[in-house]
């Protein structure tokens, strides 16, 4: 059941950019369809007890910086009706296009995408603002831009992804949450991939932590390999792994990667060839091992496309992806084997906007959000955990051109 109509066109094409923007929550549930104000109250007669009374849950979203978005924006998600308030200016900081919270929730890291420092904040957990406490640069040539961060799971130690400048940067975390000088920057080396508009070198997209926190892998789109690498969170310094990466198929463009929580099997998603690779890992050595390539794309479709990012459920039965192509950007369901890894395709579906670039669960696995990049949204998706797929946004919240969303839980 729909519950926000969308507009088409005489030819049938939906027509995106008509959402709900500045309003509240109350607001939201005022007005449109009777299904539509009434949906809290079913919520409420289906939740548990405890989940009615729950606070609403602090919402990070980071993006390209122009004169009507200044920043990071804080947002508050109620968990129980699924509605994002009104977004507020956080802090005001350059392209902040990825976001990245420490174990403790007290500091948030901020990447720079146009001129490459690195920014980290404390956080206001009350009021949703953030406060600066120092910067430092990646040191690449004229200023890299920076496509992703990672804080390790003891919060010493941050690692980045210099996309432009083919290298992967540490960082120690003092007791404040203050970065350090940087420890180290690591040039990513090898042949190129196929696909020579895209991959004319290294381009380093991400880095993705074993649940342990003792090895890195570094996904880079340009030279087709995952490179692994040994966390010393203690010195902040990386070390290569034997062997010390692994080559995907030619033109497959790694992107971004995510873990089974029980350290079993590591997901690749390939953004130029729109596939999921999964892997057993070994959490010994960190070596991984192919079991299935997959694509991401619905049957029958032909067009170009890029996938965007990928991220488990928390029940560890599901895997959700976006794929950006022109007019059919979409979010993809897997079911996932737990006992073999393997996935099998449930349910594509519109992600209400255009370039769906990131999206983030929330912890209790029921709602998603998903931040669309041209059409300047945030659109909340509801989760049917037993069975892995998405209810069609009911709401839509408007931000310009949002990079990252995060949730961050008390």
Not at 121 to 148: E, I, K, Y
Request: hydrophobic share 40%; charged share 15%; aromatic share 8%.
């Amino acid at each position: 059941m729909r519950i926000c109509p969308r507009k088409t066109g005489a030819s049938g094409r939906v027509r995106r950019g008509n959402f709900i923007g500045w309003r509240s929550a109350a607001e939201n549930l005022l007005m449109g369809s009777p299904m539509k104000r009434i949906l809290p109250v079913l919520a409420g007669l289906l939740l548990p007890v405890g989940l009615l009374s729950a606070a609403p849950l602090l919402v990070y979203v980071g993006g390209f910086t122009s004169p009507s978005s200044r920043g990071i924006f804080a947002l508050r998600f109620d968990a129980v009706a699924g509605t994002l308030s009104p977004p507020i200016l956080a802090v005001e900081t350059n392209s902040p296009t990825w976001l990245a919270l420490d174990p403790s929730r007290r500091h948030l890291y901020a990447v720079d995408s146009r001129d490459g420092p690195v920014s980290a904040f404390a956080v206001d957990a009350a009021s949703g603002r953030l406060t600066l406490l120092n910067q430092r640069a990646t040191g690449g040539p004229g200023g890299s831009s920076v496509a992703q961060q990672i804080v390790d799971g003891s919060g010493r130690m941050l690692i980045v992804a210099d996309y432009a400048g083919g290298a992967i940067c540490t960082y120690p975390i003092g007791d404040d949450g203050s970065l350090g000088e940087r420890t180290a920057r690591i040039a990513l080396t090898g042949p190129p991939g196929p696909i020579r508009k895209r991959q004319s070198h290294s381009y380093p997209h991400s880095v993705a932590l074993s649940p342990d926190s003792r090895f890195a892998f570094a996904c880079d789109r340009g030279l087709d390999r995952i490179f692994i690498y040994q966390i010393d969170a203690a010195r902040a310094r990386l070390t290569p792994a034997a062997p010390p990466f692994v080559v995907v198929y030619p033109g497959a463009g790694p992107r971004h990667a995510a873990f089974s929580a029980d350290s079993r099997f590591f997901y690749l998603l390939n953004e130029l060839g729109n596939s999921i690779c999964a892997y057993a890992y070994d959490a010994g050595t960190g070596h991984l091992a192919l079991l299935q390539n997959i694509s991401t794309l619905p049957p029958n479709f032909s067009g170009e496309s890029l996938a965007g990012e990928i991220a488990i459920h928390p029940n560890g039965r599901f895997v959700y992806v976006t794929n950006r192509d022109p007019g059919t950007d979409n979010l993809t369901v897997f079911a996932r084997d737990p006992q073999t890894g393997r996935l099998k395709m449930l349910q594509s579906l519109t992600s209400e906007g255009d370039i769906p670039r990131n999206f983030a669960l929330s912890p209790d696995g029921r709602w998603l959000l998903c931040v669309n990049q041209e059409t300047n949204n945030v659109a909340v998706f509801g989760v049917d955990p037993p069975s892995g797929r998405l209810a069609s946004a009911h709401q839509r919240v408007a931000i310009e051109k949002p990079m990252c969303v995060i949730f961050c839980p008390p």
